[in-house]
T-cell receptor, first 113, second 114 residues
Framework: GNSVTQMEGPVTLSEEAFLTINCTYT??????LFWYVQYPGEGLQLLLK?????DKGSNKGFEATYRKETTSFHLEKGSVQVSDSAVYFC????????????FGAGTRLAVHP | ETGVTQTPRHLVMGMTNKKSLKCEQH?????MYWYKQSAKKPLELMFV???????ENNSVPSRFSPECPNSSHLFLHLHTLQPEDSALYLC?????????????FGQGTRLTVV
């Protein structure tokens, strides 16, 4: 079946550190891939997306590249800020039809000054 | 005004109560969703409505009953819940049919069943 696996958290970093959150997927076919972020007390917000192999999604200093050969979509940021503290969800969906997102379990990021 | 609004934000109910969660979207989208977010578990898709018709029901117990009276509103009616139903319930909407189309989420209703 289709699934998403993320690295377990929490991830604890100091401000300005480099961030990587690993995400791998299992899917029949070629899904679109997403990273969503959930700040404390809020719903999910789309952070970035990629719709085909080798696409790079980027937003707010975060990047992720769709790697078909390794079925991965790792999230990276060169220099994190305290305001990046949140839970990050990797997700996939297939084209057409309604928007059935399949989520990973989420990775909590805590950034300290 | 946010794109997807959920009310109430917090709800405490007894196991014999009947309550409803409300979701409203102001984005002109044609599909709406209910997700359940429990601690340390992936988000679970509960129901999908596309063009006001229920197109998916992921083996959700009958004590959860969705209603979509029009494309802008979605309800989740709750009755005789169990303590394990305590969770954050998230509503989302999207304009479907295209690859990679974005789902917009509300802030959620934090439900506690006592």
């Amino acid at each position: 079946g289709n699934s998403v696996t993320q690295m377990e958290g929490p991830v604890t970093l100091s401000e300005e550190a480099f961030l990587t959150i690993n995400c791998t997927y299992t899917a029949t076919g070629y899904p679109s891939l997403f990273w969503y972020v959930q700040y404390p007390g809020e719903g999910l917000q789309l952070l970035l997306k990629a719709t085909k192999a080798d696409d790079k999604g980027s937003n707010k200093g975060f990047e992720a590249t769709y790697r078909k050969e390794t079925t991965s979509f790792h999230l990276e940021k060169g220099s994190v800020q305290v305001s990046d503290s949140a839970v990050y969800f990797c997700a996939l969906r297939f084209s057409g039809g309604y928007n059935k997102l399949i989520f990973g379990a989420g990775t909590r990021l805590a950034v300290h000054p | 005004e946010t794109g997807v609004t959920q009310t109430p934000r917090h709800l405490v109910m007894g196991m014999t109560n009947k309550k409803s969660l409300k979701c409203e979207q102001h984005l002109g989208h044609n599909a709406m969703y209910w997700y359940k977010q429990s601690a340390k578990k992936p988000l679970e898709l509960m129901f999908v409505y596309s063009l006001e018709e229920r197109v998916e029901n992921n083996s959700v117990p009958s004590r959860f009953s969705p209603e979509c009276p029009n494309s802008s509103h979605l309800f989740l009616h709750l009755h005789t819940l169990q303590p394990e139903d305590s969770a954050l319930y998230l509503c989302a909407s999207s304009q479907d049919g295209g690859q990679g189309s974005e789902a917009f989420f509300g802030q959620g209703t934090r439900l506690t069943v006592v």
